[in-house]
């Protein structure tokens, strides 16, 4: 592995809660190269699984995604209970 695959891997492994399962399932191993393969598994991920555009985030990305969490909570009672007793 080269020195500039180390420090790909290492950012790999601490972002590696937020990329899919099924982009690492299919990531084989970590020979010479590897990102190229990675970042198709990637591409072709959004591809499927996004209408509209990538973005990364922004205030408006935030904005929707608090909308969509307190949507899903006055839709689901049990999950309003559950942190009702964390609290």
């Not at 959004?46 to 935030?62: A, I, M, V």
Request: aromatic fraction near 10%; glycine fraction near 4%.
């Amino acid at each position: 592995m080269e020195r500039a695959e180390q420090s790909d891997l290492i950012m790999l492994l601490l972002n590696l809660s937020f990329i899919p399962d099924s982009v690492i399932g299919k990531l084989e191993d970590f020979k010479h190269g590897w990102q190229a393969k990675f970042l198709q598994l990637m591409d072709d991920y959004k591809q499927q699984n996004y209408e509209g555009s990538w973005r990364f985030q922004d205030p408006e990305l935030e904005e929707a995604y608090i909308a969509e969490c307190q949507k899903r909570r006055l839709e689901n009672k049990t999950l309003v209970d559950d942190r009702a007793k964390d609290a």
